[in-house]
């Protein structure tokens, strides 16, 4: 078989290179970890000062969970928020507190507005209200950030490094000559895409298993669904970054051209792929994810890890990145053209 | 010489890429059982029309014809082998491996496989490096092993673009034994040069200049014709220029 030649010739190649190999599986586990610790940090404590009190007040307030200073004038508070040594201070003009803030991070202002809000006194006249019970359709009160982030992450570290290695790829094998002198040979273009495919496609699954397993068992990223799902969405993700990149390669004469391509296309797809919130972009701009493979896979992945879907639920999705990735390959045979009509 | 039967036919050929003209109005017949050198400065369309005739373009206007069958097409190139100006070779890869991935793709098996390798390496004296990665190899080892490949599937017709490029004269020599052993064997080779002397151990010459084909004849002729002692005095007569 001809095709298998392909393949194992690439995984030849692949095993060669243990700095690809590197990069293919531990550049997204590094960066996975990092942004594990990233979001998974402690809570902020704000530094908190507080100008010429009166004591009865300064009593009544809880100092749990900041960083609470004492300054007996405005002037002197000024100046540690000015120095960064503060993140606001309050006072109390006549009967009404006020506060000032130093506002450049808009993290560390919502940390402390929120501190101030639970620690100053409730007004007396507030009655009981009874506590408010909270049920989760989905996840729970312990799920953080990174579980709603990870599985966008997950889908686009795959699809990034995927995409760079087998666009660089195939790129050299335009550039050294190669692929003219497979087109030089009986075999046939759609047996050359057919190689590449199956060859890296071996190799992805290889690499999702990995990341993904780590990502779930050792990050302890939200696992609702079932595994095989994931890794099945993660694979069709992979391959159609495979095909998208060996198609861009075409259009690159060198690596630096490749790269190139990752700000226009790799990056847009992360704004469009639900890591913001899709409803808050401007209307004439959201259209823009129906396009971005990203989009699909991962709506699909936060349906498996965070809402814990079946394959019914993800099957339209999981079509849809098997249709981007056959429109590519298509289009793949046709570029070829340009090299041997036949 | 036995002018038996055509092998190439290229009839009428021009090629333009965009406005650029590379080949104007080529026609010529190499016959089988000859080595054919095309001889020409670099830019004057060698590489356009070998790779024509080997499946990799196409002419904008007039055919070209191997075994009077119109090309490209896949069942010839079958029967092609093609050596490239460039070392299209898999560097992370040892001689061996790339070897045996071309072979595959001509779809050599087993011990024909193993029997076949063996042979072409011996050929072009690697024999010792087969384990070698590629990248290890010098500029001059590359240019063997391209021909190398390009032998392994005992083809009928072999198109070779510069083969001996980088190479030392005492290799060069050895190679060119080894194309009149070929062409004993009955097969027809193409080879683009722009070494004038070796010019002469071609059985007929094409001289190519701007995209035309000046003349063609042996290389006795070409210098009978023109009154030269060698092939390059005779090459500035056809080109137009005062010797």
Redo the contacts between chains.
């Keep these: 078989m001809?095709v298998?030649?392909?393949v194992?010739?690439i995984l030849?190649?692949l095993v060669?290179?243990k700095r690809t190999i590197g990069l293919l599986i531990f550049a997204p586990i590094l960066v996975l970890t990092m942004l594990y610790f990233v979001f998974n940090g402690e809570d902020y404590i704000p530094k908190i000062g507080l100008v010429d009190v009166p004591e009865m007040l300064a009593d009544q307030i809880n100092t749990e969970g900041a960083q609470v200073t004492f300054f007996e004038t405005e002037t002197k508070a000024k100046e540690s928020l000015a120095a960064q040594e503060l993140d606001g201070y309050l006072k109390i003009e006549g009967n009404t507190p006020a506060i000032v803030l130093e506002g450049s991070d808009p993290s560390v202002t919502g940390a402390t507005m929120k501190w101030l809000q639970n620690a100053l006194p409730k007004p007396p006249q507030a009655v009981d209200i009874p506590e408010l019970e909270v049920t989760y359709l989905h996840g729970s009160s312990d799920m953080g950030q990174f579980d709603y982030f990870g599985p966008v992450l997950l889908g686009f570290f795959v699809f990034f490094f995927v995409f760079l290695i087998a666009g660089v790829s195939f790129l050299r094998e335009r550039t050294?000559?190669?692929l003219?002198?497979?087109?030089?040979?009986?075999?046939?273009k759609w047996e050359i895409v057919a190689g590449y495919v199956i060859g890296f496609g071996l190799f992805t699954t290889i690499q999702s298993t990995i990341i993904t397993a780590y990502a779930i068992y050792v990050l302890g990223m939200v696992m609702e669904g079932a595994f095989i799902y994931v890794l099945l969405i993660i694979l069709i993700l992979a391959m159609t970054a495979l095909t998208l990149g060996i198609l861009l390669s075409s259009f690159a004469h060198n690596e630096l051209q490749m790269m190139q391509f990752i700000p226009i296309v790799v990056v847009p797809q992360v704004f469009f792929s639900g890591l913001f919130n899709l409803e808050t972009i401007a209307e004439w701009l959201s259209w823009i994810s129906y396009f971005t493979p990203l989009y699909y896979a991962a709506e699909a992945l936060r349906d498996v890890m965070v809402r814990g879907a079946g394959f019914g639920d993800i099957m339209i999705n999981l079509f849809i990145l098997a249709g981007f990735c056959l429109l590519f390959i298509g289009m793949n045979i046709a570029v070829l053209r340009k090299?041997?009509?036949? | 010489m036995n002018k038996s039967e055509v092998c190439v036919s290229v009839r009428n050929v021009s090629k333009s890429f965009g406005k650029h003209q590379v080949l104007k109005g080529i026609n010529l017949d190499i016959y089988e059982g000859e080595i054919f050198g095309l001889l020409g400065p670099s830019g004057a369309g060698k590489t356009t029309l070998v790779k024509e005739l080997?499946?990799?373009d196409?002419p904008t206007e007039g055919e070209n014809y191997l075994f009077q069958q119109r090309m490209?097409?896949?069942d010839l190139?079958?029967r092609?082998g093609?050596m490239?100006q460039?070392?299209?070779?898999?560097?992370?890869?040892s001689a061996k491996?790339n070897l045996q991935?071309?072979a595959?793709?001509?779809?050599l098996k087993g011990e024909k496989r193993m029997e076949r390798i063996s042979k072409v390496m011996e050929l072009v004296q690697l024999s010792g490096d087969m384990t070698k990665l590629v990248s290890n190899y010098s500029g001059g080892m590359k240019r063997r092993l391209s021909l190398a490949?390009a032998l392994l599937h005992e083809p009928e017709l072999l198109i070779l673009d510069e083969p001996t490029v980088g190479i030392d004269p005492v290799l060069r020599k050895s190679i060119w034994k080894a194309f009149t052993d070929l062409k004993a064997e009955g097969k027809t080779l193409i080879v683009t040069t722009h070494v004038m002397d070796e010019a002469d151990k071609c059985d007929r010459l094409g001289l190519i200049r701007d995209g035309k084909l000046i003349a063609v004849g042996t290389p006795a002729e070409l210098k009978k014709e023109t009154n030269s002692s060698t092939i390059e005095e005779a090459f500035l007569v056809f080109g137009g220029e005062e010797r």
């Design positions: 001809r298998m030649a392909l194992k010739r030849r190649q060669r290179d050294t000559g190669t003219e002198r497979l087109l030089a040979s009986p075999l046939r090299y041997r009509k036949i | 080997a499946g990799l196409e490209p097409s896949l190139i079958r092609i093609y490239a460039s070392d299209a070779l898999y560097e992370e890869l491996e991935f071309f595959e793709l001509y779809g490949i």
